[in-house]
Structures are given as C-alpha cells and as structure tokens.
C-alpha cells in the first residue's frame, strides 16, 4: 500500500506478438481512475520481484510469451497466496507455451471476426463489472473466440449475442468477460478494449474499473 492508502496495480503490456494501438490509452485510463497507483512496466524483470506491494497484476492487451521462468513462478505464487489478476483483451492471446496460465485465467484466444458492432448481453448484472450496464450492450469491439467456455468456479459476467454480428465461432455459450478464485487470489478478465475509443467510453471504463476492482479485492 501507498502512503495515501491507494491499492497500487502493477500494469503489464509487454509485447512478442501483435501490439495494440490502445495499450497507451488503456493505462492513462487505469492511472487517471485514480481509485489505484499505477506502475506500469514492459520490463518481464518487474514480475521477478516480490509481488506482495501489488493488490492486482494487469495484464493489458499483452500477447505473445512475455514472462521468464522466474517470472511465471511469481505470478503464480502471488495469485495463489491471495493477490489479485486481471487480464484485458490479448490477454487471452499471451503465454500459451505455459499451461498453468490456460488455468489461471480461464480460456484462450483463438481467433476474432473483423471489427464490428454487435451485442454484449449482460449474464450476471450483480458484478461490479455490470451492474452499471443494460442488459443488452451495444458496442463496437473484435468478438474475441476461445478454445472453450471456462469452467469449474467460473462466474460468466457477459456473453456475446452472435446473432448480432458476422463471423462468431462459439454459439450460445460464447462469453466475453468472467470472474473466477484462482487458490486465495481473485481473477477477472474481459475479452472488450480493442480500440483506443474504448478507454474514452463511460460503460466500458466502468465494466473495467470494476473488474480490476474486484480483482484487488476494493469492489464488491
């Protein structure tokens, strides 16, 4: 904890693979919440380091193998002992050579349709990442994919209607964001936040706030 008493995220956007154009707009916007302290970091030696100062690790828009053995045995210690994970869009494209993190948050990236309008539908509107949001959302975002719908001790937050869009993979059971315990440590990833315009979007900074939120164990 700060002097002020501030949660402080550590914010990670290292990056092998393909780089997101809205990566710098997506850690003003954690920074100017200002609900936390934000360190943000590109250097996987940051994740060697005792992780104990950090309420929540942020994995945003990382993609490609990004952390060092070390580093791995880290994250997991710090999530398994109680610390908070919250993953945001490529995320789910990052660490696929490490099993441990397929579980950690839950399910992987396969493949997206083109940019498009289309429809989150809100499943459980008692989250702090959706209690703010219609039950049907409309945005504009890539319709992320996965290997398979989480499961065990999942909490599905929102799903997407694939009849809202072209080119979904997943039918009915197709989510979008979800929340999940990971041994002590909390878990919340959303698969929304492609474009730089969703860090400038009122629904979408709450949906994240409050999932990171939830995550560092500061909402409910």
């Not at 290292?14 to 780089?19: A, Q, S, V």
């Not at 690790?57 to 045995?73: D, H, K, N, W, Y």
């Not at 919340?188 to 949906?207: M, V």
């Amino acid at each position: 904890m700060t002097t002020d008493d501030r949660p402080r995220l550590l914010v990670y956007t290292r990056t092998t693979d393909y780089r997101h154009e809205s990566i710098p707009y997506g850690v003003a916007a954690l920074a100017w919440h200002g609900a936390f302290e934000v360190d943000h970091t590109e250097d996987p030696a940051a994740l060697e380091r005792p992780l104990d100062p950090y309420a929540a690790v942020v994995f945003l828009s990382t993609s490609g193998e990004v952390l060092t053995p070390a580093g791995r045995e880290r994250l997991a210690r710090h999530v398994e002992s109680g610390g908070g994970f919250a993953g945001v869009h490529a995320a789910a494209c990052t660490e696929y050579d490490w099993p441990y993190y397929g579980e950690l948050l839950g399910a992987r990236f396969t493949r997206h349709p083109e940019l498009q309008p289309g429809d989150a539908l809100v499943a459980d509107p008692g989250h702090p990442a959706t209690r703010h949001l219609p039950a049907v959302w409309t945005r504009t975002d890539e319709w992320y994919d996965f290997d398979a719908a989480p499961r065990g001790p999942v909490r599905v937050l929102l799903r997407a209607d694939e009849s809202s869009y072209d080119g979904g993979g997943m039918g009915e059971d197709h989510p979008l964001a979800w929340c999940r315990t990971q041994g002590a440590g909390r878990v919340f990833y959303t698969a929304l936040g492609h474009a730089p315009a969703a860090y400038e979007d009122e629904d979408f900074l709450a949906h994240l706030y409050g999932g990171v939120g939830w995550a560092a164990r500061t909402a409910d």
